[in-house]
Protein backbone atom coordinates (compact mmCIF):
# COMPACT_ATOMS: atom_id res chain seq x y z
CA UNK A 1 0.00 0.00 0.00
CA UNK A 2 1.30 3.16 -0.57
CA UNK A 3 0.28 6.76 0.20
CA UNK A 4 -0.77 9.76 -1.91
CA UNK A 5 2.59 11.50 -3.48
CA UNK A 6 3.04 15.09 -3.95
CA UNK A 7 5.89 14.06 -6.20
CA UNK A 8 7.94 11.05 -6.10
CA UNK A 9 12.14 12.07 -4.99
CA UNK A 10 15.14 11.25 -5.75
CA UNK A 11 18.01 11.98 -2.57
CA UNK A 12 21.35 11.96 -2.97
CA UNK A 13 23.95 11.06 -0.49
CA UNK A 14 25.04 14.79 -1.26
CA UNK A 15 21.84 16.55 -0.69
CA UNK A 16 21.15 14.54 2.64
CA UNK A 17 24.83 15.74 3.82
CA UNK A 18 23.77 18.92 3.34
CA UNK A 19 20.46 18.27 4.73
CA UNK A 20 21.09 16.77 7.93
CA UNK A 21 24.82 17.64 8.73
CA UNK A 22 25.45 20.99 7.04
CA UNK A 23 27.57 20.41 4.63
CA UNK A 24 29.83 17.28 5.99
CA UNK A 25 30.07 14.53 3.02
CA UNK A 26 30.12 11.62 5.42
CA UNK A 27 27.14 10.79 6.06
CA UNK A 28 26.23 7.47 8.06
CA UNK A 29 25.72 4.13 5.74
CA UNK A 30 22.92 4.16 3.86
CA UNK A 31 19.76 2.46 4.20
CA UNK A 32 16.85 1.07 1.81
CA UNK A 33 14.14 2.95 1.96
CA UNK A 34 10.39 1.57 1.22
CA UNK A 35 9.54 3.99 -1.71
CA UNK A 36 11.25 3.38 -4.73
CA UNK A 37 13.03 6.32 -6.93
CA UNK A 38 11.56 7.96 -9.85
CA UNK A 39 13.70 6.75 -12.85
CA UNK A 40 16.43 8.95 -14.82
CA UNK A 41 15.49 11.55 -11.80
CA UNK A 42 18.42 11.78 -9.84
CA UNK A 43 20.58 14.27 -9.37
CA UNK A 44 23.07 12.90 -12.15
CA UNK A 45 20.37 12.83 -14.35
CA UNK A 46 21.49 12.77 -17.96
CA UNK A 47 18.00 11.43 -19.30
CA UNK A 48 17.10 13.82 -22.45
CA UNK A 49 14.19 15.59 -22.33
CA UNK A 50 11.70 15.28 -24.63
CA UNK A 51 11.61 17.14 -27.40
CA UNK A 52 8.34 19.88 -27.79
CA UNK A 53 8.24 19.55 -31.23
CA UNK A 54 7.83 15.89 -31.31
CA UNK A 55 5.21 15.91 -28.63
CA UNK A 56 3.00 18.71 -30.79
CA UNK A 57 3.48 16.61 -33.96
CA UNK A 58 2.09 13.59 -32.21
CA UNK A 59 -0.49 15.66 -30.99
CA UNK A 60 -1.96 17.48 -34.45
CA UNK A 61 -1.34 13.47 -35.85
CA UNK A 62 -4.07 12.56 -33.90
CA UNK A 63 -6.86 15.46 -34.67
CA UNK A 64 -9.43 14.95 -37.51
CA UNK A 65 -9.02 17.11 -40.29
CA UNK A 66 -11.22 19.82 -38.50
CA UNK A 67 -9.43 19.83 -36.19
CA UNK A 68 -6.32 20.19 -38.37
CA UNK A 69 -7.80 23.19 -39.99
CA UNK A 70 -8.79 24.71 -36.78
CA UNK A 71 -5.05 24.80 -35.36
CA UNK A 72 -3.78 26.00 -38.54
CA UNK A 73 -5.56 28.80 -38.48
CA UNK A 74 -4.93 30.11 -34.86
CA UNK A 75 -1.17 29.10 -35.57
CA UNK A 76 -1.42 31.61 -38.89
CA UNK A 77 -2.74 34.45 -36.58
CA UNK A 78 0.38 34.38 -34.65
CA UNK A 79 2.78 34.40 -37.34
CA UNK A 80 1.18 38.06 -37.91
CA UNK A 81 1.57 39.15 -34.51
CA UNK A 82 4.11 41.47 -32.75
CA UNK A 83 2.11 42.67 -30.06
CA UNK A 84 2.97 40.54 -26.59
CA UNK A 85 -0.99 41.47 -25.17
CA UNK A 86 -2.35 39.89 -28.43
CA UNK A 87 -0.40 36.86 -28.46
CA UNK A 88 -0.99 36.17 -24.56
CA UNK A 89 -4.95 35.69 -25.78
CA UNK A 90 -4.13 33.60 -28.68
CA UNK A 91 -1.41 31.25 -26.88
CA UNK A 92 -4.53 30.78 -24.51
CA UNK A 93 -6.78 29.80 -27.20
CA UNK A 94 -4.13 27.22 -28.00
CA UNK A 95 -4.24 26.35 -24.62
CA UNK A 96 -8.36 25.71 -24.72
CA UNK A 97 -7.63 23.78 -27.93
CA UNK A 98 -5.43 21.26 -26.79
CA UNK A 99 -7.12 20.93 -23.54
CA UNK A 100 -10.27 20.26 -25.47
CA UNK A 101 -8.59 17.35 -27.28
CA UNK A 102 -7.03 15.61 -24.13
CA UNK A 103 -3.66 17.21 -24.86
CA UNK A 104 -2.52 18.05 -21.41
CA UNK A 105 1.21 19.01 -21.81
CA UNK A 106 0.37 20.96 -25.24
CA UNK A 107 -2.24 22.73 -23.30
CA UNK A 108 0.00 23.48 -20.33
CA UNK A 109 2.52 24.59 -22.47
CA UNK A 110 0.43 27.45 -24.63
CA UNK A 111 -0.70 28.51 -21.09
CA UNK A 112 3.04 29.26 -19.95
CA UNK A 113 3.55 30.99 -22.96
CA UNK A 114 0.47 33.33 -22.40
CA UNK A 115 1.34 33.80 -18.41
CA UNK A 116 4.68 34.20 -19.50
CA UNK A 117 3.88 37.36 -21.63
CA UNK A 118 1.28 38.85 -19.41
CA UNK A 119 3.93 38.67 -16.68
CA UNK A 120 1.75 37.38 -14.09
CA UNK A 121 2.39 35.77 -10.79
CA UNK A 122 -0.67 33.95 -10.46
CA UNK A 123 -0.91 32.37 -13.46
CA UNK A 124 2.81 31.33 -13.76
CA UNK A 125 2.26 29.72 -10.22
CA UNK A 126 -1.09 27.90 -11.93
CA UNK A 127 1.50 26.64 -14.84
CA UNK A 128 4.28 25.49 -12.46
CA UNK A 129 1.86 23.68 -10.36
CA UNK A 130 -0.22 21.90 -13.55
CA UNK A 131 3.23 20.67 -14.77
CA UNK A 132 3.89 19.36 -11.12
CA UNK A 133 0.56 17.27 -11.52
CA UNK A 134 1.68 16.04 -14.64
CA UNK A 135 4.75 14.55 -13.00
CA UNK A 136 3.04 12.17 -11.16
CA UNK A 137 1.10 10.67 -14.25
CA UNK A 138 3.12 7.84 -15.83
CA UNK A 139 5.08 8.86 -18.35
CA UNK A 140 8.52 8.09 -20.55
CA UNK A 141 11.25 9.54 -18.69
CA UNK A 142 12.18 12.19 -21.14
CA UNK A 143 8.64 13.16 -20.71
CA UNK A 144 8.91 13.50 -17.50
CA UNK A 145 12.14 15.37 -17.73
CA UNK A 146 10.25 17.88 -19.98
CA UNK A 147 7.87 18.54 -17.26
CA UNK A 148 10.46 19.28 -14.82
CA UNK A 149 12.11 21.73 -16.66
CA UNK A 150 8.88 23.67 -17.42
CA UNK A 151 8.36 23.50 -13.37
CA UNK A 152 11.71 25.21 -12.86
CA UNK A 153 11.18 27.81 -15.52
CA UNK A 154 7.55 28.73 -14.32
CA UNK A 155 8.57 28.62 -10.69
CA UNK A 156 11.33 30.67 -11.33
CA UNK A 157 9.88 33.47 -13.08
CA UNK A 158 6.78 33.75 -10.82
CA UNK A 159 9.58 33.77 -7.33
CA UNK A 160 11.30 37.07 -9.83
CA UNK A 161 7.86 38.67 -9.44
CA UNK A 162 7.67 37.67 -5.65
CA UNK A 163 10.81 36.33 -3.53
CA UNK A 164 8.17 35.66 -1.04
CA UNK A 165 6.44 33.30 -2.74
CA UNK A 166 6.60 30.07 0.04
CA UNK A 167 4.11 27.98 -2.38
CA UNK A 168 6.56 28.82 -5.60
CA UNK A 169 9.36 27.97 -3.66
CA UNK A 170 8.48 24.24 -2.91
CA UNK A 171 7.28 23.75 -6.22
CA UNK A 172 10.44 25.18 -7.28
CA UNK A 173 12.43 23.13 -5.03
CA UNK A 174 11.21 19.68 -6.62
CA UNK A 175 11.91 20.98 -10.31
CA UNK A 176 15.75 21.26 -8.87
CA UNK A 177 15.66 17.73 -7.58
CA UNK A 178 13.78 16.64 -10.45
CA UNK A 179 16.26 18.53 -12.98
CA UNK A 180 19.07 17.16 -10.84
CA UNK A 181 19.90 20.00 -8.97
CA UNK A 182 19.30 19.02 -5.66
CA UNK A 183 21.31 21.33 -3.50
CA UNK A 184 19.45 24.13 -5.14
CA UNK A 185 16.52 22.40 -4.13
CA UNK A 186 17.79 22.31 -0.66
CA UNK A 187 18.64 25.59 -0.27
CA UNK A 188 14.69 26.35 -0.92
CA UNK A 189 13.49 24.28 1.75
CA UNK A 190 16.35 25.22 4.33
CA UNK A 191 15.34 28.77 3.90
CA UNK A 192 11.23 27.97 4.46
CA UNK A 193 11.90 26.08 7.53
CA UNK A 194 13.97 28.57 8.56
CA UNK A 195 11.05 31.51 8.39
CA UNK A 196 8.26 28.49 9.14
CA UNK A 197 9.59 25.51 11.30
CA UNK A 198 5.97 24.51 11.13
CA UNK A 199 5.39 24.95 7.35
CA UNK A 200 3.56 21.85 6.08
CA UNK A 201 4.62 21.87 2.63
CA UNK A 202 8.40 21.59 3.57
CA UNK A 203 7.89 19.31 6.12
CA UNK A 204 6.35 17.28 3.73
CA UNK A 205 8.78 17.08 1.21
CA UNK A 206 11.77 16.99 3.47
CA UNK A 207 10.25 13.98 5.43
CA UNK A 208 9.74 11.92 1.91
CA UNK A 209 13.09 12.90 1.12
CA UNK A 210 14.26 11.26 4.01
CA UNK A 211 12.61 7.65 3.45
CA UNK A 212 13.63 7.73 -0.34
CA UNK A 213 17.39 8.60 1.34
CA UNK A 214 16.56 5.37 4.04
CA UNK A 215 17.34 8.37 6.53
CA UNK A 216 14.28 6.98 8.53
CA UNK A 217 14.85 8.45 11.83
CA UNK A 218 14.99 12.22 9.70
CA UNK A 219 11.47 10.95 8.45
CA UNK A 220 9.95 10.97 12.08
CA UNK A 221 9.91 14.52 12.96
CA UNK A 222 9.07 15.75 9.94
CA UNK A 223 6.03 13.67 9.84
CA UNK A 224 4.90 14.23 13.57
CA UNK A 225 5.40 18.25 12.90
CA UNK A 226 2.62 18.17 10.40
CA UNK A 227 0.48 15.86 12.11
CA UNK A 228 0.76 18.33 15.29
CA UNK A 229 -0.01 21.01 12.63
CA UNK A 230 -2.68 19.66 10.90
CA UNK A 231 -3.90 16.06 12.59
CA UNK A 232 -6.28 15.24 9.92
CA UNK A 233 -3.60 14.75 7.24
CA UNK A 234 -3.84 11.56 6.00
CA UNK A 235 -0.50 11.29 3.72
CA UNK A 236 1.16 12.58 6.98
CA UNK A 237 -0.28 9.69 8.80
CA UNK A 238 0.37 7.10 5.81
CA UNK A 239 3.99 7.84 5.28
CA UNK A 240 4.64 7.84 9.30
CA UNK A 241 3.10 4.33 9.13
CA UNK A 242 5.57 3.01 6.30
CA UNK A 243 8.50 4.65 8.48
CA UNK A 244 7.82 2.55 11.37
CA UNK A 245 6.66 -0.60 9.31
CA UNK A 246 10.06 -0.42 7.99
CA UNK A 247 12.00 0.00 11.56
CA UNK A 248 10.35 -2.70 12.54
CA UNK A 249 7.91 -0.79 15.06
CA UNK A 250 4.49 -2.95 13.47
CA UNK A 251 2.50 -1.74 17.30
CA UNK A 252 2.97 2.10 15.92
CA UNK A 253 2.30 1.75 12.18
CA UNK A 254 -0.82 -0.07 12.77
CA UNK A 255 -1.71 2.76 15.47
CA UNK A 256 -1.13 5.20 12.29
CA UNK A 257 -2.85 3.32 9.80
CA UNK A 258 -6.00 2.93 11.84
CA UNK A 259 -5.88 6.66 12.57
CA UNK A 260 -5.93 7.06 8.83
CA UNK A 261 -8.47 4.71 8.76
CA UNK A 262 -10.92 6.76 11.28
CA UNK A 263 -9.68 10.19 9.50
CA UNK A 264 -10.57 9.14 5.93
CA UNK A 265 -13.54 7.42 6.47
CA UNK A 266 -13.64 5.83 2.99
CA UNK A 267 -14.41 2.36 2.45
CA UNK A 268 -12.05 1.59 -0.65
CA UNK A 269 -9.01 3.16 1.48
CA UNK A 270 -10.58 1.37 4.69
CA UNK A 271 -10.32 -2.02 3.00
CA UNK A 272 -6.47 -1.79 1.74
CA UNK A 273 -5.86 -0.39 5.39
CA UNK A 274 -7.29 -3.78 6.73
CA UNK A 275 -5.58 -5.95 4.65
CA UNK A 276 -2.13 -4.38 4.88
CA UNK A 277 -2.66 -4.39 8.72
CA UNK A 278 -3.67 -7.73 8.74
CA UNK A 279 -0.05 -7.95 6.73
CA UNK A 280 1.25 -6.63 9.81
CA UNK A 281 0.11 -9.20 12.23
Known amino acids: ?143 QVWDAMQVVDCFQRALHLNPDNDTAKIGLAKGYVLTGEPMKGVGLLREIVQKKPDDIAANMMLGEMSIQSGQLDKAIPRFETVLRVQPSNIDAMIYLAQVYEAQNNKSKAIELLQRAKRTANDPGLSRNIDEHINSLK
Open 1 to 143: MRPVHYVTIVAAVVLIAILYWGGDTTPPAKKTGNTPPMAGMGPTNTVKPASLDSMLSAAKAQLVPAGSDSIKAIENELTAMRDSSSMAVVFYRLAHFWNDHKQLRIAGYYTSLSAKLENSEKKLNFAGQFFLERLAEDSTEGV
